[in-house]
């Protein structure tokens, strides 16, 4: 694995129990760094905002994500492959063009981890 290469986490739901069910091992707490790393950036966080927001298996071409940042087109293309390395989106090129969505269950996955369980009777 290069130096910027990241693994992709959450691919089976034993890999990361809910922050309040169990203490993370150094493991799964160095491989979720690493993707809230990528989405602590607020750029990379409003891209992922964008892609995410075409719904489920929705695309979005990089040439619609450029124009709504005051970023060169090749400082995009950089957070995008760092989301890509996160494993949180994924991309096709067609033509010139390339096209980026949401990886299925990446939000899910992390949203679980971030909830707390809640109490038997408990309301919100």
Do not use: N
């Not at 891209?47 to 124009?67: F, H, K, N, Q, Y």
């Not at 949401?102 to 949203?111: E, F, I, Q, S, Y």
């Amino acid at each position: 694995m290069s130096k910027q290469e990241l693994e992709v986490i959450g691919q089976d739901a034993a890999c990361c129990p809910g922050l309040s069910t169990a203490p993370l091992d150094e493991d799964q707490a160095a491989d979720l760094a690493k993707v809230f790393k990528a989405l602590g950036d607020p750029v990379r966080l409003r891209l992922m905002s964008m892609i995410a927001s075409r719904g489920d298996g929705g695309e979005v071409c990089v040439c619609e994500l450029t124009p709504a940042f005051d970023l060169s087109q090749p400082t995009i293309s950089h957070h995008l492959k760092l989301l890509r390395q996160a494993g949180l989106i994924d991309c096709e090129r067609r033509g010139t063009w390339v096209y980026y969505w949401v990886l299925p269950g990446v939000l899910d996955r992390l949203a679980g981890f971030l909830t707390t369980a809640q109490p038997a009777g408990a309301t919100a």
